[in-house]
Every structure is written in structure tokens, then in C-alpha cells.
């Protein structure tokens, strides 16, 4: 575990004892109880506590609503590696929670949110790499769909680094990066752009110079790569190595402090879609979050922890504006969401649950993520 990781435990750790977190919320009528599910220990536990760690972060920034206590409750998703239904069904029976914060993870990543659904109790999601929360009334998601960021990296493809020519190099074993690649070939071509490669990789490949040898071949100005962290860094090696000389945009899934520490000089210049950046945050509220945070944990805000508080907020700004924790109407003021100021930009819903806002996009310069710009969405909010 490195050292960012560890802080972020130790605050966890630190914040929930003696909170309660340790016990049933039946006999506390008087709070506003939300419950949180998250996978905290196993492959996905670096973006749990980060997550988790941006809640509490929040919660301290805005400890009460409608005059009333707000009581976390905390379930860990992954220990048993048993998905999200079990503890989105203790959180809802026997804490009695108004509503939830999770993150889809597990054998069953989905079950949570189907159960809050039959149950009638909102679920917030931080980030999600699945498109099919859809069909959920009472599902919302803060993070960037595959659409917003696929659309943005065709956009700045083609006008921003002036090239008609794209490939495509995507992991046909992950849905995310299969739904990436098809909605960058969409976006770009429909732009005037040409796919001129699309080439594949499995999730455990270390080779890809038969892949990078096509797309030399071709000639693409750009190459879309829509693979997961230790991938990036893997393939643009092996391109340097090859003396291939491209533009490289990737998405928000490699937007993470490893990348940097795996590819090192390799990934300079590799460009990237993301969620938020501090110099393109709303003022007021990011500037009181970011001294929160530093202050708590002594270490910077990320990406996963201000999505996590994001959900927080956009969950204690839905109770406001509905004046009630009845889920039906929780959910229609989350479902009518407009001009919200997240720490992660201004976001609406659309009718699909999903936040409406720019892509920011970011270049690797030595070891930091230098901001660019921001990308309007295409899409209008609105549900």
C-alpha cells in the first residue's frame, strides 16, 4: 500500500470510530440517515478510500440538512468479493437509511442499485465505468459517462490536434473500453475523421508491437487508447521503443498518479479526458474543499475523492431543494438537477440518470497532469 493510501486509511480509520458507523440507525428518528457502500478492501480499494475519504471530507463541510443530523453508515463491498447487494440490503433493513452512496464493485457490481430501486431509496455513484444504469429510476451518477469523454477526446482530436487520421487500440475483454472505442469512432468520424486502424489487446497482454506495428503502418495522427493504467504505460514504451511518434489521448480510468509512476518518461505528452481539475473548479466550494482535505489527510485532492464528496453534496442538495427524505421525492429533485456547482465543475441529469458537464482534458508534463481545457458537453442537460 503506498503512502497516499495509508493516509487515506488512517483517516477513515480515524473519522469512523466511535462514529455510527457502528451500529443500527433504527432507534435514531431524529437524524437524516445515508448509507455508503464501497469497496474498501480488495482490487478496488484505492478508489474506495479515496472516495470514502472525500465523503467525510464533505460530510464535515456539511454535517446537518433541513436542521437535522446527518449519520453515515458505512458498508465495505469487496472483502468478500460478494458485489454490492448484501451490504446496500443491511444498509436499507437494518440501518434504515434514506439513501446511498455507492460504487459499483464485486461478482454483482449492479445488485446494489437494483435493491435500492425496488426499495425506492436514491443511489449516488461516484464513478462508474457500467452504461447500464439506465433503466434505474433511482440511480445517478457524478463521474463523466463513456459518451461525455468519448466525444470530448474525437473533439480534441480533430480540432484541437488537427488530425483526420485515428486508431484505436482497445481491451475487447473490458465493456468500458469496447464502449470508449465505439463512441470515439462515432464522434470522430462523424466530425469528417477517418478510423484507419482499430486494433485489440486482451487484459493480460505485455506485448503489443504487432498492434503498434499496424497503426505506424497507417500513418494515424492520433491514437485513441481506452486501456486501463498499466496498459498505457506498457504500450507507450513499447511505442517509444518502436520510434512511433503519435499523439496519444487516453481516458479518465488512466488519469491516476500510478500511470505517471509506471510509464515515466514514456507517457509524456499522453493526453487524457477527466473529471475535474483544480484550476477549472468552482470557486467557493472546491476552495473550502481542498483546504478541508489537505488539512485531514495532508495530501491533495484527486479525482476519485472529489467525486465522492460531489456525491455527497448532490445527495444533501436534492434533500434540500426537496424538503424531505421521502425517496420519491429525493429522487425527482435529483432527477431535475440543474446548474449544480460540484467541486468537480457545474452539472445537470440527463434523462438517463447520468451528470450532464465538461470533459476537462489534461496532459502528462514531467511527473504532474497539466490542465488544457475544458470541453463543453454536446448533450443539454435536462431530464
Not at 308 to 326: C, Q, V
Amino acid at each position: 500500500m503506498n503512502r497516499t493510501r495509508s493516509l487515506l486509511l488512517i483517516l477513515v480509520l480515524l473519522l469512523v470510530t466511535g462514529s455510527p458507523l457502528s451500529a443500527p440507525a433504527g432507534d435514531k428518528p431524529g437524524t437524516v440517515r445515508i448509507g455508503v457502500y464501497l469497496p474498501m478492501t480488495g482490487p478496488m480499494e484505492a478508489r474506495g478510500q479515496a472516495e470514502y475519504a472525500g465523503i467525510l471530507v464533505a460530510h464535515k463541510m456539511k454535517p446537518s440538512v433541513l436542521g437535522t443530523k446527518i449519520d453515515l453508515f458505512l458498508e465495505d463491498t469487496a472483502a468478500e468479493n460478494i458485489g454490492t447487494a448484501k451490504a446496500a440490503t443491511r444498509l436499507i433493513k437494518e440501518y434504515k437509511v434514506h439513501a446511498l452512496i455507492g460504487e459499483p464493485s464485486g461478482d454483482d457490481p449492479l445488485g446494489g442499485i437494483s435493491l435500492a430501486e425496488r426499495a425506492e431509496k436514491p443511489t449516488v455513484i461516484p464513478s462508474t465505468q457500467f452504461p447500464a444504469i439506465q433503466d434505474k429510476q433511482y440511480a445517478f451518477h457524478v463521474g463523466l459517462t463513456n459518451a461525455l469523454q468519448g466525444e470530448a477526446a474525437a473533439q480534441y482530436a480533430y480540432a484541437h490536434l488537427k488530425t483526420g487520421k485515428a486508431a484505436i487500440l482497445m481491451d475487447i475483454e473490458k465493456d468500458y473500453s469496447i464502449d470508449l472505442a465505439n463512441i470515439f469512432t462515432k464522434s470522430f468520424t462523424g466530425a469528417g475523421g477517418k478510423i484507419v486502424t482499430i486494433a485489440y489487446c486482451q487484459t493480460w497482454d505485455s506485448d503489443f508491437t504487432t498492434q503498434l506495428s499496424s497503426i505506424m503502418a497507417e500513418k494515424a495522427g492520433v491514437l485513441y487508447l481506452p486501456v486501463s493504467p498499466p496498459d498505457v504505460a506498457r504500450i507507450c514504451r513499447q511505442a517509444v521503443d518502436m520510434g512511433i511518434n503519435i499523439h496519444i489521448i487516453s481516458s479518465n480510468n488512466a488519469n491516476t498518479p500510478e500511470l505517471i509512476t509506471a510509464g515515466g518518461k514514456y507517457v509524456e505528452g499522453v493526453i487524457l479526458t477527466g473529471d475535474f481539475v483544480k484550476e477549472d473548479a468552482p470557486v467557493d466550494v472546491a476552495k473550502t474543499y481542498f483546504e478541508a482535505y489537505e488539512k485531514e489527510t495532508g495530501t491533495r485532492a484527486g479525482q476519485f475523492d472529489v467525486l465522492g464528496a460531489d456525491a455527497y453534496l448532490l445527495l444533501i442538495d436534492a434533500i434540500e431543494r426537496a424538503r424531505s427524505t421521502t425517496g420519491s421525492k429525493m429522487r425527482e429533485a435529483l432527477a431535475t438537477t440543474k446548474e449544480f456547482k460540484g467541486i468537480s465543475g457545474v452539472m445537470g441529469m440527463d434523462k438517463e440518470g447520468n451528470a450532464v458537464k465538461g470533459a476537462v482534458m489534461l496532459k502528462i508534463e514531467g511527473d504532474k497532469f497539466r490542465y488544457l481545457e475544458t470541453l463543453p458537453p454536446v448533450k443539454e442537460a435536462g431530464r
